[in-house]
C-alpha cells in the first residue's frame, strides 16, 4: 500500500527540484544533500493527505499541520489574505499546505516562504506539486538570513511589497525555531519600511528632483565631470567626514590626518573643518534645499576644495564655492540633451551626501574607507554634532528658556512616532528613526557589495553591517601613518560654449511634448468611445485602428514620452497597482476591457497634464540658459 504514495513522492520531488535546479541551483543542490532527519515523522491524517511531527530541541513535539484534514486547516488560516495581495511573506513552510492555499487564494502574488529546516522544505517537496509556481517566480523559498541577499532579491519587488504585502506566521514553525521567525520578521518589517521611504521618496520628490535636474541644465552643459578622477587615489585611505553627534569627540584628530588620507567632506561639515584648518580634497552636495546655502556662504575665496556634487542640487550652491566643481552624470539630464552626447560619468545614486562622498571615494579608487560622524542615529541625545551651520539656523531662535540643546532634543522628538530601538556600534540600545534608519540599509547594502575596506571611527551611532568599528586614532594608526601623494588630473573648469547646443536640445523636447499633449487629449474621447461600443465589433475594430494610429505617432517621440512618464510616477504606480488587480480578479471579456479602458482613460488624462506641465519646464529652462549666457557675457 505504501509503494504507490513512495513513487508519487518520488515523482513529486523530482518534478519540483528539476524547477529548482533552474531557477536556484545552490539551494536545489543543498535540498540534495540533505539526510534522513529523525526528528521529522511523517504520519498519515484521516483526510489521507499528511502531516508531520517535528522534534523541539527541549524534547517536546509539534506537529506541523492538523492530524484530520490540513488542507482545509490551511485554507481556513490563509481566508485572511486578501486575494488581490501582490506579495506574500510566510514565515514557515510545514508541507506547504499554506502555500498551496496561498497562492490558489492570491493568484499573482509572490509568495516569500522562510524555512529554517532544510529537511521540512525537502518534504514538502516530496508532499505538493509546485514545480509550476517555481518556474514562474511566484514561490521563492529562503532558509538563510541574509540581509543583504534579501535586500536584493526583494528591491526588483519594491513596488508590491509596500504597496500590498500580506505576512502569513505558520504557528507550529514558529514554536520549532522562533529565534530565526523572529530575525525574519525583523528583516520583512526593515524592507518595508526601507520600502515606503523609498516609494514615498520617488513619489514626492521625483517631480521636484527632475525639475531641478532641468533647471541645472546650464551648470550641467558648462561644469566638469568626474572622470578624470576614475582610480586616481586607487589603494590610499579615504575620511569622510559626517555631521553625526560623535564627530565632536575626535575631530581634533583630522588636521594631522589630513595630509595622509584623502579628506571628503559632506556639505554639512564643509566650515567646520575649514575652522579647524583642514581644508578638504572633496566636499559633496546633493539637496536642491535653499537652506543648503548656509554650508558654503562663509567659505573663504582662496579654498580649492572640490565640489562633487548630483545636478539636482541647488546651483546656489554652485555660485557660493569658491573652488572647481565636478557634475556626477545624470540619465534624465542626458536624455534631455542627448543630441550633445555630454555622457558624463555617473555614481550610483545615494540618499544623502554621505552615500554620494562614499560612492566618490569609491571612484577614486580609495581603500580604507573611513568613516567619521556617521551615527545614523541620536547619540547622546543629539541629532548633529556641535558647531555645524545648523547652530547658524537655530541661532535666532535661541535664549534664555531655549538653548542649542533643547533644540537638538527638539529636532529627535519632533520624530517620535517613528523612532526605533536599534543596537549601537557597541551592541547597547540607541534609538534611530525611520529615515536613518533607511539610509544604514542603503550603506550596509553598499558595504557588501564594495571592493574597499570600510572602516567605521565614529564611535559613536548605530552598527553598521560590513564596516569594521574601529576608534579614530586607532584607524590613523593603522592606515594613514605616512603623507600621500594627492596629485590628480588637473580640473578643466567650466566650458559656457555650449549653452546654444543645449537650448536646441530643449527646444526639441518641447515640441515632443506638444505632440505628446495633442496625441493624448484626441485618444481620450476614442477609449470613452470605446467603452460604449463593446458589444459593436465593427465599431470596436474602428475606433481601436484611430487609437493604433495615435500610438504609432507617440512613438516618435518615445524618448521624451519616458522623461514625462518619469516626472509622473504617481501615475505609473497607480497603472501598476490597477494592471494587477485586473489580474488578480481573473476577469476575462468585456468586464475585463471594461476595467482596461478605465486604467487608461486615467493614465492618458495624466499623461496629457503632465506634457502641457513639461511644456512649461522646458520654456523656463530655455529662458534660464538666456540669463546664465547673458549673465556669463557680462562677467566676461
Request: glycine fraction near 6%.
Amino acid at each position: 500500500m505504501t509503494a504507490p504514495a513512495l513513487n508519487l513522492a518520488e515523482a513529486v520531488l523530482a518534478e519540483n527540484l528539476a524547477a529548482l535546479w533552474a531557477i536556484d541551483p545552490c539551494l536545489a543542490r543543498m535540498l540534495e544533500a540533505v539526510s534522513d532527519d529523525e526528528t521529522i515523522v511523517l504520519e498519515p491524517t484521516r483526510s489521507g493527505d499528511r502531516t508531520a511531527a517535528c522534534r523541539c530541541e527541549d524534547g517536546t513535539s509539534v506537529y506541523l499541520h492538523s492530524r484530520y484534514d490540513p488542507k482545509v486547516e490551511a485554507e481556513r488560516q490563509i481566508s485572511k489574505i486578501d486575494g488581490e495581495t501582490l506579495d506574500i511573506s510566510m514565515l514557515g513552510m510545514g508541507l506547504g499546505y499554506p502555500a498551496r492555499a496561498a497562492l490558489d487564494r492570491a493568484p499573482v502574488a509572490t509568495v516569500w516562504v522562510f524555512e529554517s529546516r532544510p529537511a521540512v522544505l525537502l518534504a514538502a517537496l516530496q508532499t505538493i506539486d509546485f514545480a509550476t509556481a517555481i518556474m514562474q517566480r511566484k514561490l521563492r523559498f529562503i532558509t538563510e538570513l541574509d540581509k543583504g541577499k534579501l535586500f536584493a532579491d526583494w528591491t526588483p519587488h519594491l513596488a508590491a511589497a509596500t504597496t500590498s504585502r500580506q505576512r502569513y506566521d505558520h504557528a507550529a514553525s514558529l514554536r520549532i525555531d522562533p529565534a530565526f521567525y523572529n530575525r525574519a520578521g525583523e528583516l520583512i518589517e526593515e524592507f518595508i519600511a526601507y520600502g515606503k521611504t523609498t516609494i514615498n521618496t520617488l513619489i514626492l520628490n521625483g517631480c521636484r528632483t527632475c525639475e531641478n535636474l532641468a533647471r541645472n541644465i546650464p551648470w550641467y552643459a558648462a561644469a566638469g565631470g568626474i572622470g578624470r578622477l576614475k582610480n586616481a587615489m586607487a589603494g590610499k585611505p579615504a575620511i569622510i567626514v559626517s555631521a553625526g553627534p560623535s564627530l565632536r569627540k575626535n575631530k581634533h584628530l583630522l588636521k594631522d590626518a589630513a595630509g595622509r588620507a584623502v579628506m571628503i567632506s559632506v556639505q554639512t561639515t564643509f566650515q567646520q573643518l575649514i575652522d579647524l584648518g583642514v581644508e578638504p580634497d572633496f566636499v559633496t552636495s546633493l539637496d536642491y534645499h535653499d537652506i543648503c546655502t548656509q554650508f558654503f556662504q562663509h567659505i573663504p575665496a582662496h579654498v580649492r576644495t572640490e565640489l562633487v556634487a548630483e545636478p539636482k542640487a541647488t546651483p546656489k550652491v554652485f555660485d557660493l564655492h569658491p573652488g572647481p566643481l565636478s557634475l556626477v552624470g545624470n540619465d534624465f539630464v542626458e536624455r534631455l540633451l542627448f543630441e550633445m552626447k555630454i555622457d558624463k560619468p555617473r555614481l550610483n545614486a545615494g540618499a544623502t551626501v554621505a552615500h554620494l562622498a562614499f560612492y566618490l571615494a569609491e571612484h577614486l579608487g580609495c581603500s580604507p574607507i573611513i568613516f567619521v560622524g556617521q551615527d545614523l542615529g541620536f547619540s547622546d541625545g543629539l541629532a548633529y554634532t556641535p558647531g555645524t551651520s545648523y547652530d547658524d539656523l537655530w541661532r535666532p531662535e535661541l535664549g534664555r528658556y531655549n538653548t542649542v540643546e533643547m533644540m537638538q532634543w527638539q529636532r529627535i522628538v519632533r520624530d517620535r512616532n517613528i523612532l526605533r530601538n536599534v543596537p549601537d556600534f557597541r551592541g547597547k540600545p540607541t534609538y534611530t528613526e525611520e529615515r536613518l534608519y533607511t539610509y544604514l540599509q542603503q550603506f550596509e547594502r553598499d558595504f557588501a557589495n564594495s571592493k574597499s575596506r570600510i572602516i567605521d571611527a565614529t564611535e559613536g551611532g548605530v552598527a553598521k553591517a560590513g564596516a569594521t568599528h574601529m576608534p579614530l586614532a586607532e584607524a590613523l594608526a593603522e592606515f594613514c601613518v605616512s603623507p600621500i601623494d594627492k596629485t590628480m588630473p588637473a580640473h578643466a573648469g567650466a566650458d559656457w560654449s555650449r549653452l546654444d547646443e543645449a537650448e536646441a536640445c530643449l527646444i526639441n523636447r518641447r515640441e515632443d511634448a506638444v505632440e505628446i499633449e495633442r496625441i493624448s487629449r484626441e485618444t481620450l474621447p476614442l477609449l470613452k468611445q470605446m467603452m460604449a461600443a463593446l458589444d459593436d465589433s465593427a465599431e470596436l475594430a474602428r475606433l481601436i485602428a484611430g487609437t493604433d494610429a495615435l500610438r504609432a505617432e507617440i512613438n516618435q517621440c518615445s524618448a521624451t514620452y519616458e522623461l514625462i512618464t518619469q516626472m509622473s510616477q504617481r501615475s505609473e504606480l497607480d497603472r501598476f497597482a490597477a494592471d494587477r488587480r485586473i489580474e488578480a480578479a481573473g476577469l476575462s471579456g468585456s468586464e475585463k476591457q471594461t476595467c482596461q479602458l478605465r486604467r487608461d482613460l486615467d493614465n492618458v488624462a495624466h499623461i496629457a497634464n503632465a506634457a502641457a506641465d513639461f511644456q512649461m519646464l522646458m520654456s523656463e529652462c530655455i529662458d534660464a540658459i538666456h540669463t546664465t549666457a547673458e549673465r556669463k557675457r557680462v562677467a566676461a
